[in-house]
């Protein structure tokens, strides 16, 4: 039976299952009230999903401080997240379950986007709310297409969906004004409004800054004068709901970043430009049938320089990388029998990608440059039986990459497809109100992205000056993942908030982000073996009195690569994987109109190489910050309030890979007037 027959058999068993034994959905242990859309593509309550789901709304948002203005780092705080963001210019290269940067994918109101650049460009206050699903999430959202950084992404490990401002009940706009460590300022301005089945939003955050020297001593980076930087964010949100009941939805969405500066020396200058944009139309079509369309629009330019270092310096090159990416997606949800759900859709990415090196002759050499497709239809059933969840899914990937150049020539093949079936399963069972078990499993496939094949620079420029980026390997196989997870969701007397979750985590010639060399910073990807990563996560809320709540949790992940060809590369671990994480925090909001919030995450440290030989640990320890505002006046109109973040308040400068560091303690402070 082919892989179609099998998809379609599973359609059909589904469609005609007995419709008699399904009852209204039990809430979950944990987040009563939250609702989520991640897992099951549609709006129900945590108690009727199988996976794991955390949900952080935009109130608990505010208050989490993040260091280098990245919205990886509000959720640096769940279970299994260990967040490395090199600096206020760089991207995030933390990890996920253990196993890698690129195996959670982040999602825009369930369209993807990219992990590495979008947490970096996009505005948390267009945020509703950020949902993170735990565990394998192949079946219903796709791989994302991207060639930069390391390349494709897949939801083995599990899926971040950032999920839009939607419906208002009333006008308010928002306007705040900070200065703090570096010279920074920043400004925001925010408006939203409601006319009748009309909300819209719309904002603009602008932020300039005398930066600081975020390399380590005799770096690469060669900072010469404090880097300066100037990012500026403006978005726009609509949706219009149409028709008696609000039974269709029209929304629009778009986002665009200009982020340039220096790296703190002459001829060290970048100019970013990104433009990410939603589109969708949902209908009920009837009580039962729902029809959802969403396409999109991520496009990627980044440019920046190269220098020679001497006593005048001197322009090296000016080089860039374009990007393109366009995701859609078209599924229909059926209720059945007293409370099941099929869900069946199609979705398609196309990409184009290119990079580029001037070496001051006015011509743009192009180095690897290509385009590429991926086309994926996808089903999968819930049944509910009383306090008994399962759940099943199945997806097949056609995936098609269009290779002009590689490393500046012609490649040696100049197509190249791949095609797979994925599946996932799950089930959860409610033993009462305080007590749910649940377990998941599912696959991935992964195949290399273009600058991993082609690298950014030549082999040849492996070890010289000036000549920073990624070597290319032309010989990387596609990869392949497996993942698995058991958990336990409590209440405990006191309104305590418990859960328990194991995973395992595998990857079959995992394809790792390895540094090759410091100065000059250059880095290659190859595949590592059999990747694989075995956890607990251990997770705790609870909300003591009105005004105070606390949570802590703790993550122990081992990692391990299984390489016997190479022995230097045989039982290591792999790289960014920290075997320990724990946070903690407590929230006062107290009558007065005190908000205090501090937060601590603790990191144990990780490798930067997959080689005994070559790789260095980075051991980040204990990082404490806090958030702290204060209402002045407050009326049915209007409120006023001053705020401070404090940023790693025990001033801890910690190393990170290819010759970062962490820049130590930092402060913003400002004030917030809001009118209504």
């Known amino acids: 039976m082919n892989k179609f027959s099998i998809l379609f058999a599973f359609i059909f068993l589904s469609l005609i299952n007995n419709p008699g034994f399904g009852q209204s959905g039990i809430k979950d242990t944990l987040n009563l009230g939250e609702i989520i859309i991640t897992a099951t593509k549609a709006s129900v309550s945590i108690g009727n999903v199988t996976q794991k789901i955390d949900v952080l709304p935009a109130s608990e948002l505010t208050t989490i401080v993040e260091g280098n203005n990245n919205i990886a780092e509000a959720i640096q705080y769940q279970p299994g997240v260990s967040v490395s963001a090199l600096s206020r210019n760089d991207a995030n290269w933390g990890t996920y379950g253990g196993i890698g940067p690129k195996y ?76 703090g460590s570096y010279h920074t300022f920043n400004g925001q ?51 219009l709901f149409v028709g008696r009941g609000e039974r269709q ?54 440019k920046w320089q190269e220098s020679h270092f001497n006593v005048v310096d001197s322009l090296l090159s000016n080089n860039g990388v374009y990007q393109n990416i366009l995701p859609a997606d078209i599924y229909l949800t059926i209720a059945h029998g007293n409370a099941h759900s099929l869900i069946f859709g199609a979705d398609y990415q196309g990409a184009g990608y290119f990079n580029w090196n001037d070496p001051l002759t006015g011509v743009k050499q192009y180095g690897n440059k290509s385009n590429a497709t991926q086309t994926g239809i996808y089903a999968q059933e819930e049944l509910r039986f009383g306090g008994l969840i399962i759940r099943g899914g199945l997806r097949y990937n056609f995936i098609r990459h269009n290779i002009d150049l590689i490393n500046g020539g012609a490649p040696g093949e100049k197509e190249k497809s791949w095609s797979s079936l994925i599946w996932s399963g799950g089930v959860k069972y409610h033993l009462n109100n305080w007590i749910a078990l649940f377990g998941n499993a599912g696959n991935s496939y992964l195949t290399p992205g273009l600058k991993s094949i082609g690298g950014t620079i030549s082999i040849n420029d492996l070890g010289v000056e000036g000549r920073n980026g990624q070597l290319p390997n032309p010989d990387l196989k596609p990869e392949s993942g497996l993942g698995a997870d ?83 590369q045989d039982d290591v671990n792999i790289p960014f994987a920290p075997e320990h994480i724990a946070n903690a925090g407590i ?38 910050n806090v958030y702290v505002s204060q209402k002045v006046t407050e009326s049915e109109s209007s409120k006023f309030e001053i705020f401070a973040r404090l940023y790693n308040i025990t001033d801890n400068r910690y190393e990170m890979p290819w010759q970062f560091q962490n820049t130590g303690f930092s402060f913003m402070a400002g004030l917030t007037y809001t009118f209504f």
Do not use: C
Not at 195 to 209: T, W
Not at 504 to 523: F, G, K, M
Not at 595 to 623: A, E, Q
């Open 486 to 568: 058991l958990g336990l969701n409590l209440i405990l007397p006191a309104d305590i908030n418990l859960s328990v979750r194991a995973f395992y985590l595998r990857v079959d010639d995992a394809i790792v982000e390895t540094v090759v060399s410091e100065n000059p910073s250059q880095s290659q990807s190859v595949n590592a073996g059999e990747s694989s990563s075995t956890g607990v996560e251990l997770d705790i809320y609870q909300q003591f009195i009105k005004s105070i709540s606390w949570f802590a949790n703790y993550t122990y992940m081992q990692s391990n690569i299984k390489n016997p060809i190479l022995e230097d």
């Open 104 to 179: 959670n994918t982040y999602m825009l109101s369930g369209l993807p986007v990219d992990a590495f650049v979008d947490p970096q460009s996009l505005d948390l206050s267009a945020i509703e709310r950020i949902e993170i699903q735990r565990g394998p999430a192949s079946v219903l959202y796709p791989n994302y297409l991207s060639q930069d950084f390391a390349g494709n992404q897949s939801p083995l490990a599990g899926t971040v969906n950032l999920v839009l401002k939607e419906k208002f009940d009333r006008q308010k706009t928002l306007f705040s004004s900070s200065i």
């Open 249 to 302: 939805k029209v929304s629009f969405f778009i986002n665009r970043s200009w982020h340039n500066g220096d790296a703190g020396r002459v001829y060290r200058g970048f100019e970013n430009d990104y433009t990410t944009m939603n589109a969708g139309y949902t209908a009920q079509l009837s009580n039962k049938i729902s029809l959802n369309t969403h396409f999109g629009l991520r496009i990627y330019d980044r």
């Open 189 to 239: 301005l925010y408006h939203q409004d409601v006319n009748q089945n009309l909300h819209y939003f719309a904002g603009l955050d602008y932020e300039m800054s005398d930066y600081t020297n975020y390399g380590t001593e005799n770096s690469w980076l060669n900072m010469k004068d404090n880097p300066e930087y100037k990012k500026t964010k403006l978005y726009l949100g609509v949706n």
């Open 587 to 624: 929230k006062f909001n107290l009558p007065f109109g005190l908000l205090l919030s501090p937060y601590l995450n603790y990191n144990g440290g990780y490798f930067d190489s997959n080689s005994k030989s070559g790789r260095k640990k980075f051991t980040p320890g204990v990082v404490a």
